[in-house]
């Protein structure tokens, strides 16, 4: 490796993008296209990114596998940035395995730590905690462990862990200034920000606050029967019952338990769960029916009885029943949810993450368009969406230093 190279992988070892970049900003020879491209990537044009590693790794072809291994990853890196997220793992695990046969280490465990944030981006929580359990964070640098301790946040705060999350954050946030790269600092900033930002709000016998992760934590725990719209689920401790794909029962449950302990009467309950302005002996009898299909489903929970005027939730051996919803419910919130890290995504992307159809998310799209909450740009596959003020956390790219030759 010559010199003007291994200066500029240090400078982008240690943060120095314009340093890198300015030593290698005529190379066209294949580590100088690779290290062009990482640097391209921290400075935001990722399409110039992509198209120099593409360059570089046809560059190195076959007769160099290690090198173009790298750059596949930071290509997918890349992708991963951009929330191309379908068959983005593919790539992540051919390029490790190439790595790993050749002794890359550091790289290698990047791969793996890349394939766990896109578990993670996805939902796969137990492959995103597998991916990660390989990886052993210390024995690289501390750069590397902010992303390592990032994602083992963002695990313990989807499992609503707060306490697992303080300590991955905390662990980061060391790590972060040992390695003395600001992009790190803000990145883990951001995802305390959130931490300490309500998560859900409570309905508990007419009253209604917000609720932070460690409230939350603690509120599971209890003997309390919780109707948990944010995951339409019922639960009491490790007893669940889920409603996810019965949103009538869902609205039925939620309409109770926000009463109780009294009851709801089959008028309120009528508009509640079918919109009905005006109930007939048809509503009634759906009324009927659902109710009989909630007593079915929520059995080992609590049980549902019919009083004069309407229906009352009766739960089983617990001290109070309470509502946890999202911190601001609205149509197509899961869609938004996303959209808020501030990245650009594709409607397969979005698809994908929520684990619904492209065509549902197309739908929730142009109705978030018309209402001016979100705006795309590009056309056909190329099609990206965002929402106009980019709140949230943006994701700093995190590739190790190239060492295209090393």
């Given at each position: 490796?010559?010199s003007?190279?291994?200066?500029?992988?240090?400078a982008?070892?240690?943060?120095?993008?314009?340093?890198?970049?300015?030593?290698?900003?005529?190379?066209?020879?294949?580590?100088?296209?690779?290290?062009r491209?990482?640097?391209?990537?921290?400075?935001?044009?990722?399409?110039?990114?992509?198209?120099?590693?593409?360059?570089?790794?046809?560059?190195?072809?076959s007769k160099?596998?290690?090198?173009?291994?790298?750059?596949i990853?930071?290509?997918?890196?890349?992708?991963?940035?951009?929330?191309?997220?379908?068959?983005s793992?593919?790539?992540?695990?051919?390029?490790?395995?190439t790595?790993?046969?050749?002794g890359?280490?550091?790289?290698?465990?990047?791969?793996?730590?890349?394939?766990?944030?896109?578990?993670?981006?996805?939902?796969k929580?137990?492959?995103?905690?597998?991916t990660?359990?390989?990886?052993?964070?210390?024995?690289?640098?501390?750069?590397?462990?902010?992303?390592?301790?990032?994602?083992?946040?963002?695990?313990?705060?989807?499992?609503?862990?707060?306490?697992?999350?303080?300590?991955?954050?905390?662990?980061?946030?060391?790590?972060?200034?040992?390695a003395a790269?600001?992009?790190?600092?803000?990145?883990?900033?951001?995802l305390?920000?959130?931490?300490n930002?309500?998560?859900a709000?409570?309905?508990?016998?007419?009253?209604?606050?917000?609720?932070?992760?460690?409230?939350?934590?603690?509120?599971?725990?209890?003997?309390?029967?919780?109707i948990?719209?944010?995951?339409?689920?019922?639960?009491?401790?490790?007893?669940?019952v889920?409603?996810?794909?019965r949103?009538?029962?869902?609205a039925?449950?939620?309409?109770?338990?926000?009463?109780?302990?009294?009851?709801?009467?089959?008028?309120?309950?009528?508009a509640?769960?079918?919109?009905?302005?005006?109930?007939?002996?048809?509503?009634?009898?759906?009324?009927?029916?659902?109710?009989?299909?909630?007593?079915?489903?929520?059995?080992?929970?609590?049980?549902v009885?019919a009083?004069a005027?309407?229906?009352?939730?009766?739960?089983?051996?617990?001290?109070?029943?309470?509502?946890?919803?999202?911190?601001?419910?609205e149509?197509h919130a899961?869609?938004?949810?996303?959209?808020?890290d501030?990245?650009t995504?594709?409607?397969?992307?979005?698809?994908?993450?929520?684990?619904?159809?492209?065509?549902?998310?197309?739908?929730?799209?142009?109705?978030?368009?018309?209402?001016?909450?979100?705006?795309?740009?590009?056309?056909g596959?190329?099609r990206?969406?965002?929402?106009?003020a980019?709140?949230?956390f943006?994701?700093?790219?995190l590739?190790p230093?190239?060492?295209?030759?090393?």
């Amino acid at each position: 490796m010559d010199s003007l190279i291994t200066a500029a992988a240090q400078a982008l070892a240690a943060g120095d993008t314009l340093g890198a970049l300015n030593r290698v900003a005529l190379r066209d020879d294949p580590p100088g296209l690779a290290l062009r491209g990482i640097a391209m990537a921290r400075m935001g044009d990722l399409e110039r990114a992509r198209t120099l590693l593409k360059r570089a790794a046809r560059a190195f072809g076959s007769k160099e596998p290690v090198a173009r291994a790298r750059c596949i990853v930071a290509e997918a890196e890349i992708a991963l940035v951009s929330r191309e997220l379908v068959g983005s793992i593919e790539t992540f695990d051919k390029a490790r395995a190439t790595l790993d046969r050749h002794g890359d280490r550091l790289n290698a465990a990047h791969a793996r730590y890349l394939a766990a944030r896109y578990f993670l981006l996805i939902g796969k929580l137990d492959e995103a905690g597998r991916t990660l359990a390989s990886v052993e964070a210390n024995r690289y640098p501390p750069a590397f462990s902010v992303g390592i301790e990032l994602v083992k946040a963002g695990i313990a705060m989807r499992r609503i862990r707060a306490r697992e999350a303080r300590a991955a954050l905390e662990r980061a946030e060391h790590a972060a200034r040992r390695a003395a790269i600001p992009a790190l600092t803000t990145e883990v900033e951001d995802l305390s920000s959130q931490l300490n930002a309500p998560a859900a709000r409570l309905v508990a016998n007419g009253w209604v606050r917000l609720l932070l992760l460690d409230d939350i934590e603690h509120l599971l725990a209890s003997e309390n029967l919780i109707i948990d719209s944010c995951r339409q689920v019922v639960r009491r401790r490790d007893q669940i019952v889920s409603l996810r794909s019965r949103p009538v029962l869902s609205a039925l449950v939620r309409a109770l338990a926000e009463a109780w302990p009294g009851d709801v009467p089959r008028a309120a309950l009528l508009a509640h769960a079918f919109g009905a302005r005006h109930a007939d002996d048809s509503h009634r009898a759906r009324l009927r029916v659902e109710i009989g299909r909630l007593r079915d489903v929520v059995r080992p929970l609590a049980g549902v009885r019919a009083t004069a005027e309407g229906f009352r939730l009766e739960p089983h051996d617990t001290s109070d029943v309470v509502v946890l919803t999202p911190p601001v419910e609205e149509k197509h919130a899961d869609v938004l949810a996303l959209l808020a890290d501030g990245e650009t995504w594709s409607s397969s992307a979005l698809a994908l993450a929520l684990g619904t159809s492209q065509r549902t998310v197309q739908r929730a799209l142009e109705d978030l368009a018309g209402a001016q909450k979100v705006q795309s740009f590009g056309h056909g596959r190329a099609r990206r969406w965002l929402m106009p003020a980019a709140p949230g956390f943006p994701t700093s790219l995190l590739l190790p230093a190239p060492l295209p030759n090393g």
